[in-house]
T-cell receptor, first 111, second 113 residues
Framework: QKEVEQNSGPLSVPEGAIASLNCTYS??????FFWYRQYSGKSPELIMS????GDKEDGRFTAQLNKASQYVSLLIRDSQPSDSATYLC???????????FGTGTQLKVEL | KAGVTQTPRYLIKTRGQQVTLSCSPI?????VSWYQQTPGQGLQFLFE???????NKGNFPGRFSGRQFSNSRSEMNVSTLELGDSALYLC????????????FGNGTRLTVT
């Protein structure tokens, strides 16, 4: 079982719709969770971090964390073509003391 | 505030050679992590340095090594290059070790022929 799993996609959504990206992790002791966005040919950039159960909102982005079910999700409201990118879920495991990334979900927002 | 700077941006080497990559973190950041990114494997953790000490290491052979200097700048070295080492090498910095958000540089694209 991979430590951090994401559906590779591509996930296609129409412009203006809500995009829902999901991530599961295997280490129940995981403490910190991040979402990074990576445009083709560019480096990852941090867009959201979440540390406790529940929702965290930042503009059009909402991160959701459920530690009991070991999943974290990212919702993008009013999706724009500029949101088309690969979204990487990253999980910090205290025991391993390292940040582990999923392989990413490719999002395509279509006009 | 300047971001994470990696040099060089592109490298072409032949099998058996060695290579050194450089990373300058964001000013004030003391932790530097290195990742290898390939289309098939995604982002794979190489190692993390904090205060000139290696804090954690990923599952890579001993040909991959690194170090950090007193000014927090870091270098990564790969010896006896193999074709499979062709990848994007990303450096990321954070203000402390541990559960802290990473800020990535633009990476060094290494091609081994």
């Amino acid at each position: 079982q991979k430590e951090v799993e994401q559906n590779s996609g591509p996930l296609s959504v129409p412009e203006g719709a809500i995009a829902s990206l999901n991530c599961t992790y295997s280490d129940r002791g995981s403490q910190s969770f991040f979402w990074y966005r990576q445009y083709s040919g560019k480096s990852p950039e941090l867009i959201m971090s979440i540390y406790s159960n529940g929702d965290k909102e930042d503009g059009r982005f909402t991160a959701q964390l459920n530690k009991a079910s070991q999943y974290v999700s990212l919702l993008i409201r009013d999706s724009q073509p500029s949101d088309s990118a690969t979204y990487l879920c990253a999980v910090f495991t205290g025991g391993g003391n390292k940040l582990t990334f999923g392989t990413g979900t490719q999002l395509k927002v279509e006009l | 505030k300047a971001g994470v700077t990696q040099t060089p941006r592109y490298l072409i080497k032949t099998r058996g050679q060695q290579v050194t990559l450089s990373c300058s973190p964001i000013s004030g950041h003391r932790s530097v992590s290195w990742y290898q990114q390939t289309p098939g494997q995604g982002l794979q953790f190489l190692f993390e340095y904090f205060s000139e000490t290696q804090r954690n290491k990923g599952n890579f052979p001993g040909r991959f090594s690194g170090r950090q200097f007193s000014n927090s700048r870091s270098e990564m070295n790969v010896s006896t290059l193999e074709l499979g080492d062709s990848a994007l090498y990303l450096c990321a910095s954070s203000w402390t070790e541990g559960a802290s958000a990473l800020h990535f540089g633009n990476g060094t694209r290494l091609t081994v022929t």
